[in-house]
């Protein structure tokens, strides 16, 4: 059984940093792409960053300059550095990760807490 576990959510001042991992455990026998996406209260879930396993990262309009995101294709993990964060930040981030054979996988998310 394949398993996503995300960590370093929590509560920031605006133009604070956070680091949020990822890591996929479990019967994987390829990763096509890992992103990161998020949820604020009373608004749909959107693409924050993604990155193919040829290293190819795109990320949502509002997020560019300000998050970067990496992967270690070895450990299976990706992070989201999250620098200048904003209130309008605040949201559920959620780990998904597409593996061959076995589609999309979704993380429970992380609580991250941008404050004024």
């Known amino acids: 059984q394949v398993q996503l576990v995300e960590s370093g959510g929590g509560l920031v001042q605006a133009g604070g940093s956070l680091r949020l991992s990822c890591a996929a455990s479990g019967s994987i026998f390829s990763i096509n792409a890992m992103a990161w996406y998020r949820q604020a209260p009373g608004k749909q879930r959107e693409l924050v960053a993604r990155?193919?396993?040829?290293?190819?990262?795109d990320y949502a309009d509002s997020v560019k300059g300000r998050f970067t995101i990496y992967k270690d294709s070895a450990k299976k993990m990706v992070d989201l550095q999250m620098n200048s964060l904003k209130p309008e930040d605040t949201a559920v981030y959620y780990c998904?990760?597409?593996?061959?054979?076995?589609?999309?996988?979704w993380g429970k998310g992380t609580l991250v807490t941008v404050s004024s």
């Open positions: 998904n990760v597409d593996l061959t054979f076995l589609g999309e996988l």
């Open positions: 990155v193919t396993s040829g290293g190819k990262a």
